[in-house]
């Protein structure tokens, strides 16, 4: 079964966007990957090993570089978050205002059980509005994940940050959830 995912991913790759077609191969990966999933966090140690990001087994606190890195990408996707539930309030002033705190500021220290304590709740609050939303979080990380993946070979950027390359197809995430009953989108379609 695990032979099977590749070559599925693929033809749904090569389907067209927003069809019936591809949204029933996103419901067939979706399903196979149910069957053989990995952990979350093995699928992110997957990307960070593809991009040589560091990826280490025991509880350490990193240099200065990586703890921006990761405010950095941190801040970037709360404001994401914030900006999809507020699209019309302009977020580019308070935006800029964090990142020259995330670039200027002096790093630590760092409390690391108190981090991993607030790493955990904002994660446990991220699956909290997945549930309140009603969509299978697992088959969009995965989704993500896979869009992740194709970024493989176009390496990083000054800031550490994973490029684009030509192979990288981008999420699908509204087909995932037409795949799980989602009625809306239909004007993307
Ligand atoms: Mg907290």
């Not at 695990?2 to 029933?24: C, G, I, K, N």
């Not at 350490?60 to 978050?81: G, Q, S």
Request: charged residues 30%; glycine residues 6%.
């Amino acid at each position: 079964m695990t032979d099977l995912l590749p070559s599925l991913r693929a033809l749904r790759d090569a389907a067209p966007r927003d069809t019936a077609e591809r949204d029933t191969l996103t419901r067939a990966v979706a399903e196979l990957e149910r069957r053989v999933r990995p952990t979350f966090q093995e699928q992110v140690t997957e990307f960070h090993r593809a991009l040589d990001f560091p990826v280490r087994d025991t509880p350490t606190v990193p240099d200065d570089d990586e703890v921006r890195l990761r405010a950095r990408l941190i801040a970037e996707e709360a404001f994401e978050v914030l900006a999809a539930m507020f699209p019309v309030f302009d977020w580019d002033n308070i935006v800029s205002r964090v990142r020259y705190v995330v670039e200027a500021a002096r790093v630590g220290p760092v409390d690391l059980p108190a981090l991993a304590h607030e790493l955990a709740d904002l994660h446990y609050v991220t699956s909290g509005t997945a549930v309140q939303l009603g969509f299978d979080e697992r088959a969009v990380l995965n989704e993500v994940h896979r869009a992740n993946l194709s970024k493989f070979g176009a390496g990083k950027d000054h800031r550490g940050k994973a490029l684009k390359g030509s192979g990288f197809v981008p999420a699908d995430v509204a087909a995932v959830l037409r795949a799980q009953g989602w009625q809306g989108g239909e004007e993307l379609r």
